[in-house]
């Protein structure tokens, strides 16, 4: 038995991706419940070192061959006149992690203040409009994947072209993910996602509760994390090509195949939890589904939609973390936007193919005579 009379701090130096362990206790605690707490934390460190290897093959390589368009091409559906912020965060956070286009569909009294914004994305003012489905149809084919929820609201007569859009999707087999008040959608209509063939649910604890109640009739309160077990049992009952992300003190991700593993993402994120941050996952992890998709599954440890989930997971937290580190308790959500890049290169970017580097020295001909000019002459 070993007595802790203080605080101690144990910096567990071969586990590269744990935090710093601080035990503060006057009790007794066991050599063996240390023992089983690093061994669990060893565990956890191989999942995250054999997940980022996987998701840093599924990074697609900036090369010069490409057309706009093919990294990802991304249709938000939601913006109403409470909420604008939400699909411009989702939109935003999908241009910084890759995306080459991005269209936000909302609803008309969102359009100029989401236009307003910014200018990347291509905006669509019509999900209140009479004939929404019949113009929203011939974008469908365009987009790799399609995000619904954020800044949606809760308006009939939106909800019903959802209901429309989500039956369209179904017949195209397009990737879709649900957040937020679509989540609140699906509680009032289950039957319109069950056994959908590509789908991602990004709930958090309530949201959870209240995706639990509408699909196994049980009522649960919410909690930080919720159990596995839970966790396999909505997924098995919404169907085996759903995965579900449930956001909370540890980010845990599964999918509704039999005898699958769960994944779980403790990256530490910070005790800020400003509005807004769930849109910055939604919309990578709408990008990273789609370079999953193209990478195909043989560059994925596990499926493709988990692989981008926790990609997107891993990011979201670690983007909080960092911009937590620069602004506190006044950090907003804009701040974790500008932290894509800096978290993204430190994550991901590892060996990756950066075609740039290598054309920046390549020999340029004028009049007949090489010159070769290096990146750091321009």
């Known amino acids: 038995m070993i007595s802790f009379n203080c605080s101690i701090v144990n910096y567990i130096r071969s586990l590269r991706y744990l935090s710093i362990i601080t035990i503060t206790t006057t009790s ?13 934390m060893a565990s956890q460190t191989n999942v995250d070192e054999r997940m980022l290897k996987s998701v840093r093959k599924i990074v697609p390589s900036l090369t010069t061959t490409k057309y706009k368009g093919q990294d990802g091409r ?4 939601g913006g109403s006149m409470e909420y604008t912020g939400a699909p411009y965060f989702a939109a935003m956070s999908a241009f910084r992690t890759g995306a080459d ?7 008309k009294d969102a359009g100029i203040a989401i236009k307003s914004f910014s200018p990347e ?12 489905i019949r113009q929203i149809k011939p974008w469908l084919d365009r987009l790799h994947v399609i995000l619904i929820g954020p800044g949606l609201g809760r308006d009939e007569k939106i909800f019903r072209v959802i209901v429309e859009l989500i ?7 397009k990737p879709m993910i649900i957040d937020a008040d679509g989540l609140y959608l699906l509680c009032q209509k289950p039957d319109i996602i069950r056994d959908y ?3 991602i649910l990004t709930p958090n604890a309530m949201e959870f509760s209240r995706l639990v109640k509408a699909f196994l009739d049980r009522t649960i309160q919410p909690v930080p994390v919720v159990k596995i077990s839970e966790l396999k049992h909505l997924a098995d009952s919404i169907g085996k090509n759903v995965v579900i992300l449930n956001k909370g003190a540890k980010d845990v991700i599964v999918d509704g195949q039999k005898g699958t593993e769960a994944v779980t993402c403790t990256a530490a994120g910070s005790g800020r939890r400003c509005g807004g941050q769930g849109d910055l996952l939604s919309g990578a992890l709408a990008v990273f589904w789609w370079w999953a998709i193209s990478a195909g599954p043989s560059e994925c440890t596990l499926s493709p ?4 989930a926790y990609a997107a997971s891993r990011l979201t937290r670690e983007c909080n973390a960092t911009a937590f580190k620069l602004k506190e ?3 907003l959500t804009t701040d974790m936007l500008e932290q894509i890049h800096p978290v993204f290169q430190r994550l991901y970017e590892i060996n990756c193919n950066k075609s740039s580097s290598s054309s920046s020295s390549a020999p340029i001909v004028f009049g007949g005579n090489k010159i070769r000019i290096k990146s750091g002459d321009v």
Request: net charge positive; glycine share 4%; hydrophobic share 40%.
């Open 74 to 77: 991304i249709g938000i559906f």
């Open 28 to 40: 007794t605690i066991s050599t063996t419940t240390i023992k089983k707490n690093i061994t669990s």
């Open 167 to 173: 039956s369209l999707c179904r017949d195209l087999k």
């Open 121 to 132: 994305p291509i905006v669509h003012p019509l999900l209140d409009h009479n004939d929404a």
């Open 305 to 308: 939609p988990i692989t981008a």
């Open 101 to 107: 286009i991005v269209h936000i569909f909302c609803a």
């Open 197 to 199: 063939p590509g789908l």
């Open 329 to 331: 308790r006044s950090m």
